[in-house]
């Protein structure tokens, strides 16, 4: 959202007033246009995410926060003679899933950029598909530092597709700033650190681990837990009689909810730390009272608090979207508006209408899109990657997640 005025997303849009009709096709380079039924083109913007299954909760604020910046740019008739579209499709976490959401994508031909997806494994999975396509994808939430800078990313950065660009900030930041917090300011020197084995959990854990050694902190203990498991007494005992003081977690709050729960009840009375991706109100009842006092990092500052974000959190709740925009909302919001000026972009350099190659073009105006958003500044760097680098600790106070520090990581 850029420092403009937000026109109110009225009750009447919210029902779905304003009519938008169906895509028409495009020639076969993905350039050309279909005419929305009022004299004017169509543009659709793409959503990947789990909108059933575990994750759900954070995939549908993703989906309902990128139908509020269509809404909003059609409203404002932000980009003139263009209505936008959204078509959102459920990856359901997994990344077999993703790639074939991409390839529907792909064949939209109205689709000129894609928001998404959630999960940094499902978004390796749709990188070469959308890049082969030329058609731009920004990931709200994707954290994973090889996704933009190569496998190699801590030894030699190299950025592997020129079409995938992230809002949110990478583990290469979220993990040390993680373990910075724990070391230093909670006063923790012994760790013991778990993670799902998946490409975000695994990486996170890796990245907090070489920081907190670097401190000087303790590793008393590592172990993998399988994500499609609910009994972690196992490990739970593991943790227990390794003499940790805490606990950190590579995964997301499906898995470490009840992961907190039985550290607790096997006699760890100790604090769980986690990512972004335990960052959500479902992790909380998950855990239940056993999560009082866990821990959890998060991309930017919180949206509640930035006077950026005012217009953004009204605007949601006045358009009665049944589910919270979560810990992505404003992410996903700022990565739809990023399309939305590459688009107008494209449409003003070419005299007001799309170009035959538009999803090449778009791809190119993404490099150099700037705007004030609802999470700060949006800007990307050579990689793709968010020049925004700040992140928040939240502590699970009173049954919710409160603010204890934000901040950049130093290193």
Not at 196 to 201: E, L
Request: with cysteine; hydrophobic share 35%.
């Amino acid at each position: 959202m850029r420092q403009r005025s937000l026109i109110a997303i009225t009750a009447a849009l919210a029902a779905g007033a304003l009519t938008l009709t169906a895509c028409g096709s495009r020639d076969e380079d993905g350039g050309g246009s279909s005419d929305s039924g009022n004299g004017g083109t169509t543009v659709v913007i793409g959503v990947d995410a789990p909108l059933t299954g575990d994750l759900s909760a954070l995939g549908l604020g993703i989906k309902n926060s990128v139908d509020l910046a269509a809404k909003t740019a059609n409203k404002e008739k932000y980009v003139e003679g263009v209505t936008f579209e959204i078509e959102a499709l459920d990856d359901q976490g997994q990344a077999s899933v993703g790639q074939q959401n991409a390839t529907k994508l792909v064949a939209n031909k109205d689709v000129l950029g894609v928001v998404g997806p959630l999960n940094s494994s499902v978004g390796e999975s749709m990188q070469k598909v959308f890049d082969t396509a030329k058609l731009v994808e920004v990931s709200p939430a994707n954290t994973n530092p090889a996704l933009t800078q190569g496998v190699n990313w801590q030894k030699e950065k190299a950025r592997p597709y020129k079409s995938y660009f992230r809002t949110a900030t990478t583990d290469a930041i979220q993990g040390p700033f993680a373990a910075q917090y724990v070391h230093n300011d909670a006063k923790k020197k012994k760790v013991f650190v778990i993670d799902d084995k998946k490409t975000y959990g695994a990486g996170l854990a890796a990245t907090f681990t070489e920081e907190f050694k670097k401190l000087g902190g303790q590793v008393v203990g590592t172990e993998h837990i399988n994500p499609e498991s609910k009994d972690f007494s196992a490990v739970a005992t593991k943790v227990k009689n390794s003499g940790a003081d805490v606990v950190y977690y590579g995964g997301e709050y499906p898995q470490a909810g009840p992961l907190s729960k039985q550290i607790k009840e096997a006699g760890a009375k100790i604090p769980l730390v986690g990512g972004d991706g335990i960052y959500s109100a479902d992790f909380i009842k998950l855990a239940g009272a056993a999560g009082t006092g866990d821990l959890a990092t998060s991309v930017g500052a919180p949206v509640e608090e930035l006077p950026s974000a005012k217009e953004f959190v009204a605007n949601y709740k006045d358009a009665g979207y049944e589910e919270a925009f979560e810990a992505y909302g404003g992410y996903s919001y700022d990565s739809a508006w990023a399309i939305i000026e590459a688009v107008k972009k494209v449409v003003e350099d070419n005299d007001g209408k799309l170009p035959d190659d538009a999803r090449a073009k778009v791809v190119d105006a993404m490099q150099n899109v700037s705007f004030d958003g609802v999470t700060g500044k949006v800007s990307f760097d050579e990689f793709g990657d968010a020049t925004n680098k700040q992140l928040t600790v939240y502590s699970v106070k009173d049954g919710n997640w409160a603010t204890v520090k934000s901040g950049t990581f130093t290193g």
